[in-house]
């Protein structure tokens, strides 16, 4: 499924910290310098819900959930590449009726990098698609470092840029979050296109309670 050969360089290039399409199994991307390396056994994700109720998870709790094995897709139409890499992980589905976090039926969830600044969101039937995972392993061993270890998310039926790295906090909220990349004006819409879609093996329709062509 690799598609790197006819890699688009965007105008806005220069702003990345890090950028190698010459890596392997993925290319590593990011926006802002990467955090220090951590271990999934030290790493804690917060979530919070719209009354700033908390909840930590470790990855040891994260471990004990049902896991998800496979090749994910991955797409980026700013760059115009995508990969399927194998992952290890659990649903973040799972993972939010495990602790009893929600957000409104309308609302959203925002999924923070622990590099500080990057940040994107997703409407709630979105995050709720049992496509979405929180990953921690890459073709059998632990997620390393710099494509987002010890855990990133993946959303494979959106733009790469929606899989946020290094994620360490989800918050809900009631309003759209919009995200780093709108707010940078980098992306209008993290939709895939036609040719996206077909990469993805997804179509972008209808799925659970809601309508997934929200502009997200």
Request: proline share 8%; glycine share 10%.
């Amino acid at each position: 499924m690799a598609k790197r050969e006819g890699v688009n360089y965007p105008k806005f290039k220069d702003q990345f910290a890090v950028m190698d399409f010459e890596a392997e199994p993925l290319p590593v991307l990011s926006l802002f310098p990467m955090p220090p390396a951590s271990y999934l056994e030290d790493w804690q994700l917060t979530f919070t819900d719209v009354n700033s109720q908390r909840r930590v998870v470790t990855g040891a709790q994260l471990l004990s959930l049902p896991r998800v094995h496979g090749r994910v897709p991955l797409v980026c139409q700013i760059f115009n590449w995508s990969e399927e890499p194998e992952v290890e992980g659990v649903r973040l589905v799972d993972v939010l009726d495990a602790i009893g976090v929600d957000a409104p039926d309308s609302g959203y969830f925002a999924f923070h990098s622990a590099d500080g600044l990057y940040f994107e969101g997703l409407p709630r039937t979105m995050a709720r698609d049992p496509r979405v995972l929180l990953v921690f392993g890459l073709a059998g061993r632990p997620l390393p470092r710099e494509y987002g270890g010890p855990v990133r998310s993946l959303v494979p039926f959106l733009q790469g840029y929606k899989s946020v790295k290094w994620v360490h906090l989800v918050r809900a909220y009631r309003k759209d979050p919009v995200g780093i990349k709108r707010l940078l004006g980098q992306s209008r819409t993290a939709v895939l296109g036609s040719v996206g879609q077909e990469l993805a093996g997804v179509v972008v329709g209808r799925m659970g309670d809601g309508d997934s062509t929200l502009e997200v």
